[in-house]
């Protein structure tokens, strides 16, 4: 990853100066740049959007439009029955979970909805609450996809990744497969498994070599060990439903998860913005394509400057990688004792002798998506010209609010 940052400093400056803060941008050139990559790097197999990561849907259909990408991944069901009703997509699995009855229902009573938009299940009793809104003999099918459980269990109650499914096992997902089989009104036309330990931490933290050679340890073992258990679900699965799709992967793992024959599809979002938590992965780094300007508003020291608001936390364990970080101008770091404040941050190092009030401090989120509840708007930024596009929140929609 190389970025010029003196040209990007001016260009975007230029762009949006007649713009008030906070202004939140995309540069279109580096997000393209960054949705070839990955279709680059997925290796001829079809990637899904993350709209978790995206949140506009502006540029869900800017990347939906280049070869290689194709489908959507939701994290509401709410969400992806707007994202089908408007015309963004006709193909939507939601990553998790609903317990959406109003959501369910309107489902389950539209064919059209039904036919497009695939929801998530790893236990029986996910089907029951869709039979108690919408009788099975009454509605469309409805489709699913199973929820495998990615982690990795080395030894005993050792557990390392994130609390997902309780569907671990080929024997547990086909135990699941065969339930759904057996019961009318429902269609399982997929398998979804999220290697989080792998496609969502970063190898190379700077300044933890520790930390990271036991990352690194850890996940060229948990890899082979997920790779033939995917590949077992999938044929227990098989035995009782003909899957239209193996789901796997995020933006760290594309080349990885992609490279498993058990894998028909790739997921992929983070990666089309860059945001600073992949900065720490050695095999892949986005370039930076979403940013968010802050204005100078007074000057408390020689090398203090204080901008508007900042606190714009990423969500995750509370640390300091869910900070935003402050990108240009160069050389600008926060007050140990105050980090990035909901009204107001300031911030030290020499660069802050040279700002005045007025003048703007660029900033990168720490995710992806979560930069767009912040905002009404994204700024398209071609070249030095800014193109406004609504994100969700922009549009009325708050689907995790």
Known sequence: MFTDRTALHQRLDSATGHLETPVAVV?????????ERLSGRAGGKPIRVASKSVRCRTLLERVLARPGWHGV??????????LVRTGVTGDVLVAYPTADRTALGELAADPELAAAITIMVDHPSQLDLIDAVAAPGGRSPVRLCIDLDASWRPAGPLHIGVRRSPVHSAAQAGGLARSI???????????MCYEAHIAGVGDNPPGQALRARAIRMMQSRALPELRERRAAAVRAVREHADLEFVNGGGTGSVAATSADPAVTEVTAGSGLYGPTLFDTYRNWQPSPAAFFALSVVRRPAPRIATV????????????????PVPWLPEGLRFKADEGAGEVQTPLLGAAAERLSPGDRVWFRHAKAGELCEHVNELQLIDGETATPAPTYRGEGHAFLG
């Open 73 to 82: 991944m939701a994290y509401t069901l709410p969400e992806a029955i707007w």
């Open 27 to 35: 540069d279109l050139a580096a997000f393209d740049d960054n949705a």
């Open 308 to 323: 508007l608001g900042g606190g714009w936390i990423a969500s995750g364990a509370p640390e300091p990688s869910r900070l």
């Open 181 to 191: 089989a057996g019961r009318e009104g429902f269609r399982l036309v997929g398998l």
